[in-house]
């Protein structure tokens, strides 16, 4: 007999504006994508129906902001009405961007088969199975933006206080920052001993948008679904929710279910040997159709490798360097057939020279001294002490991709300068 199915998905950020999608994009794409990226939700409430599961758990993050945006508010409630056409419960914690201290009024209510946990102290809800048996769902709201409480370990001590013997699988939903992940904030923090030291058998997260799934022992999760749609170059990948299968005791892995209208690809190119458009298109052509899958792509791009003759190329389509949107222009005409109405969001020139840095870096001169600089792991270290003292927040700094995109940038920039304006050689 197959097993029972309930889906957890998380971030949905309902509402949320697209202002920093595609730069470049026309005013009728952006709208188009913005649209579509509405559709994730459908995208879910389909996938639910469609594997009869017993319910959906919403980790938090519903919506993109306290104040519930009325029209998002209203899309929300139509799709849940449709699971309650389907006898198919639902389980909401709401998390930083939605907390339940909200004074925003309601424009529509919920329908019956949904259930919000309150803030604070938590609640645990059995949920009776259409096949026979029962699972116990627990769950907790935060009740401020800034929430500092471990609530997974008030749920934790709430289950130890209850006999859950006869419980088939006890899930617990929560919105929090477990063991301090990186890039984000520490909200409502919590220990992976906490989680696999409780009698929970599923920790539904929500707060990190990047899927995340751990074991902790037989037929036992935590996970992190991730969001439903990426909204930024940096939530590449497949988006959507995770499918649970309830057993006799625990529950089965978790696996992704897709729910994304459009995907980000970041991709780097190697043109070592690619020196005209044309291939490069053709590279990029098979990063696409690797990674997109049937989703509509929107595209970042990181030319890299060494190459006199690329890079002259190159820059022959740039104007040397004056008009760099002329470089992603053509070969978003070159792409056209591929990206389908996608865009081509970004291109990187990171590519050098045929010239060799480590013996030019020895050179007792002007030149070997800025090499060495550039090549000198302080320069992170100096940055984000700059955007520190510039008040820009934590969130801001750079990533390990962004920082090593950027020394290859200003090592390109310092070696064009140099074989042009002091015709460097490797004498």
Not at 35 to 45: D, G, N
Not at 248 to 267: A, H, M, W, Y
Not at 309 to 320: G, P, Q
């Amino acid at each position: 007999m197959k097993s029972p199915v309930f889906l957890h998905a998380s971030d949905l950020h309902l509402g949320q504006p697209l202002s920093r999608l595609g730069r470049g994009l026309g005013k009728d794409q952006s709208e188009s994508l913005t649209e579509l990226a509405k559709k994730a939700l459908i995208s879910l409430v389909d996938a639910t129906i469609q594997h009869q599961a017993e319910f959906l758990v919403l980790a938090g993050d519903i919506y993109d902001d306290a104040d519930r945006e009325s029209g998002a508010q209203v899309d929300f409630s139509l799709q849940l009405s449709r699971l309650e056409e389907h006898d198919i419960k639902v389980y909401i914690v709401h998390g930083n961007h939605d907390p339940s201290d909200s004074t925003d009024v309601p424009v529509v209510g919920l329908p019956s088969n949904v259930h919000v946990f309150q803030p604070s102290e938590p609640e645990v809800i059995r949920h009776e199975l259409k096949g026979g048996g029962h699972v116990l769902v627990a769950g907790v709201s935060f009740s401020k933006r800034h929430e500092d409480a471990n609530l997974a370990k008030r749920i934790s001590d709430l289950l130890g206080k209850r006999d859950t013997r006869s419980a088939r699988a006890l899930i617990a939903v929560l919105h929090t920052n477990v063991g301090g992940s990186p890039g984000h904030l520490p909200y409502a923090p919590c220990t992976v001993g906490d989680l696999s030291n409780s009698p929970v058998h599923y920790w539904a997260l929500g707060h990190v948008h990047k899927r995340r799934i751990e074991s902790m022992g037989e037929n036992r999760f935590w996970a992190y679904s991730g969001n439903l749609q990426g909204r930024f170059a940096v939530e590449e990948g497949p988006k959507g929710a995770l499918l649970v299968p309830i057993l006799e005791n625990g529950v089965g892995q978790p696996s992704l279910v897709e729910c994304d209208k459009f995907r980000f690809i970041n991709t780097e190119i190697d043109c070592s040997s690619l020196t005209t458009l044309d291939k490069i298109k053709d590279a990029i052509s098979e990063q696409i159709q690797a990674k997109a899958g049937s989703r509509l792509p929107i595209v970042s791009v990181s030319l890299t490798g060494t190459s006199s003759e690329a890079l002259a190329m190159i820059e022959k389509v740039t104007d040397d360097g004056t008009k760099p949107t002329n470089l992603i222009d053509q070969l978003q005409r070159l792409l056209a057939p591929k990206l389908n109405n996608g865009h081509l969001q970004e291109v990187l020139v990171n590519v050098l020279p045929d010239l060799d840095f480590a013996a030019l870096a020895t050179r007792d001169d002007v030149i070997g001294d800025l090499l060495r600089a550039v090549e000198s792991g302080q320069l992170k270290t100096l940055i984000n002490e700059f955007l520190r003292d510039s008040r820009i927040a934590s969130s801001e700094q750079l990533t390990d991709s962004e920082s090593n995109s950027l020394h290859i940038q200003m090592k390109r920039e310092l070696i064009r300068r140099l074989v042009r304006d002091m015709g460097v050689t490797q004498s």
